[in-house]
Structure formats: structure tokens, C-alpha cells
């Protein structure tokens, strides 16, 4: 099922949605277009690392906007595949975990702050178990759809965490930034876990 999270819907694809229709006039690729993002994010991460954190921080966002591109480029030109979403999907895990990786590096470089490693380690657990747990739950909800999508993915989705790291980083406030995605991150794996049992979807015995 395709949820677009509130930063998404309110800024993200409004920059990604018109680059699409661009790019869907040329020979690129949507597996290009999620290549590209992947360097971008990755490029970002360095400049975070070394120090020049408005720019890591402003790359961060960019490739959260650009991460938008690649599915509505495949769907402009009818090259939806699973390769693709799987492509996709995978990048992303990696994009996430060098971000948070560069951001605790900042912090250990460049802030006074003791053992950014902790809130580090945490930040990308959090960022993990947050991407899983919705593949997880849409795999065992199968076609059964929740009435209020924002409800179950909605918290630290992908997009606000990217956000939140990006406002984050280029202020140079990166060991309190990674503590509240960690935070934030464990608390929406409850939620949705919890609201889910609420709500009594998917609690029926698998077959």
C-alpha cells in the first residue's frame, strides 16, 4: 500500500512530482533516478562527516525530495516493477544508516556532548525497526487496508525522520538530533504495534 507521510504530502512532492514529469521526457530510468538518490544521500553523509554540515544537512533533504522521484517516474512511464520497489527499498536502508552513522561522527568531531556513539546506535536501530515494521505489517495485513493510514505510518515516518535530521545537522545539533530520532523511532514501532492490537487489524490466527 503507497502512504505518503505529512512531510511528503505537505512539501516533499510538490519539488519531486514536477522533476518527474521532466525527467519522464528523457531516457532516464527510474532505477537510475533511485541510483542517483543513493549518491546523493550518500554524498550528503560525507559532507556531515567532515564538518560541513549546512551542506550535509541541505543534502539530506534534497535527496529526501528527490527519494520521491524514481516511483513517479515509474509510474509516468509505466515501468513499475519489483525489482524496482525492492531496488527502492534497499537503497533507502543504506541512505538511512550512513546518515546516521555521519551524524554521530559530527557529534563525536564537533560537539562536547559524551559517547555520541549511544544515541548514534540507537538512531539507526530505531530507523531499522521503524522501516520494518512497516514492511511487516503490510505483508500481514495483505489487501486489508487500515481506515487511517496516518494512524499506523504516520509518528517518525521516513520523511519527518529525514527532516528532522536535516533541520538538525545544519544547525550543528547533531548527538540531541540523533537522540530524538532514536526516541522517536522506538516510540512509533509501539504505536503502530499497539494501535494495530487496538483496532483489532490483523490479530485474527494465520491459517
Known amino acids: 500500500m503507497r502512504y505518503d507521510g505529512i512531510v511528503s504530502r505537505t512539501l ?3 519539488l519531486s512530482r514536477p522533476a518527474a514529469r521532466l525527467l519522464a521526457r528523457t531516457g532516464a530510468t527510474p ?8 549518491a546523493l544521500s550518500l554524498a550528503a553523509a560525507a559532507a556531515t562527516a567532515v564538518g560541513w554540515n549546512i551542506a550535509g544537512g541541505i543534502g539530506i533533504q534534497a535527496a529526501s525530495i528527490a527519494d520521491g522521484i524514481d516511483g513517479e517516474l515509474a509510474r509516468l512511464k509505466g515501468a513499475a516493477t519489483r525489482f524496482g520497489a525492492a531496488l527502492d527499498a534497499i537503497t533507502d536502508r543504506y541512505a538511512d544508516a550512513a546518515i546516521v552513522v555521519a551524524m554521530t561522527l559530527f557529534a563525536w568531531r564537533f560537539e562536547a556532548w559524551p559517547r555520541p556513539e549511544l ?3 540507537l538512531a539507526l536501530a530505531g530507523s531499522l525497526v521503524v522501516s520494518y515494521s512497516r514492511a511487516r505489517i503490510e505483508a500481514s495485513l495483505g489487501g486489508a487496508v487500515p481506515s487511517n493510514l496516518d494512524a499506523v505510518f504516520g509518528l517518525a515516518s521516513r520523511d519527518v525522520r529525514l527532516l528532522a535530521a536535516a533541520v538538525g545537522t545544519a544547525l550543528g545539533y547533531c548527538y540531541w538530533t540523533l537522540w530524538v530520532l532514536a526516541g522517536a523511532s522506538f516510540a512509533t514501532a509501539a504505536w503502530r504495534l499497539l494501535y494495530l492490537r487496538l483496532q483489532g487489524v ?3 490466527p494465520t491459517a
Not at 31 to 38: F, K, P
Open 31 to 38: 532505477n537510475a533516478v533511485t541510483v542517483a538518490v543513493l
Open 202 to 204: 490483523g490479530t485474527a
Open 119 to 121: 544515541p548514534g546506535m
Open 12 to 14: 516533499n512532492r510538490r
